[in-house]
């Protein structure tokens, strides 16, 4: 349908603006605006990047690299970012906030704190906002909330103060222990799963086992040791008893995954109110 849209929106200027040059400047501008504002991040982009070709304002790299990564593809805004600014000299604090997410977006946990050291942020208040944002991102939950502790006094904002309560937020969660999820399920089949969060997935892993394992004791209690009945759901039962234990384990993995992520998540939404 949004194409369908942007091909009228092109009709439109042939139509309105007889005699003028639809390609030019302002024209693939309002564009790419347009697209992006619709949420047609792609196309957008590849507006921007002919735009920057011919004009090499910041306003037009920043939004071909958003774009990008609102596309669903960050990773080509990852090489855009090292060719346009190899040593992170970015224009302003907007890129440096841009390259934060693209970071996010690709699951990379770098050393942050050189953007710190090499990128002289516009002001102080910015740098700490992007120092606390880098520690939560980074999974330093205790050393951000002792970051924001010790802020106290220096140039803040709203941005920073929900960012501080994100990470007294942080700090508080118990992550689920892999090892104990597993030796739980070995213990009683789907407990470790309960544990993690996952009670629908922990019975059903308690009924598997311990339905298979009960029509191995009828085969063998009726047939003898030479039931080939009992034999098949003794190694069911084994079966689902390891893979019982095994998904324990991931699900502890999951749960804690789930958390990081929502953490992320809310680091993100605060940058996008601002940046």
Known sequence: MIRFISIWFLILFVVSAPGQNIFDRPHSVSYADYLYNSGEYELAAQEY??????????HYKL?????????????????LFYKFYPNN??????????????????????????????????????????????LLYTDQWKKAGQTAQSLTGHPKSTMFEKLAAISEQA???????????GSLSAIVPGSGKVYSG??????????????????AYRGFSKYGTSSGLGWTFSGLSAFFYLGNIYGSIKAAKRKNNERRHAIYQKVNNILDSGF
């Open 171 to 181: 700090s508080r969660i118990k992550f689920k222990k892999p090892w104990l999820a």
């Open 63 to 79: 939004r071909l690299l958003k774009s990008y990564r609102l596309a669903g593809k960050p990773s080509v805004e990852y090489a």
């Open 89 to 134: 000299t970015f224009p302003n604090d907007t890129f440096a906030f841009e390259f934060l997410r693209m970071n996010m977006a690709l699951q990379l946990k770098p050393n942050l704190n050189t953007i710190l050291t090499q990128y002289r942020f516009e002001s102080e208040s910015h740098k700490n906002i992007f120092m606390l944002a880098s």
């Open 49 to 58: 990047l002919r735009i920057s070709f011919d004009n090499n304002h910041p």
């Open 198 to 215: 996952y009670f629908w997935d922990g019975l059903m892993s308690l009924l598997f086992v311990g339905s298979n394992a009960f029509l």
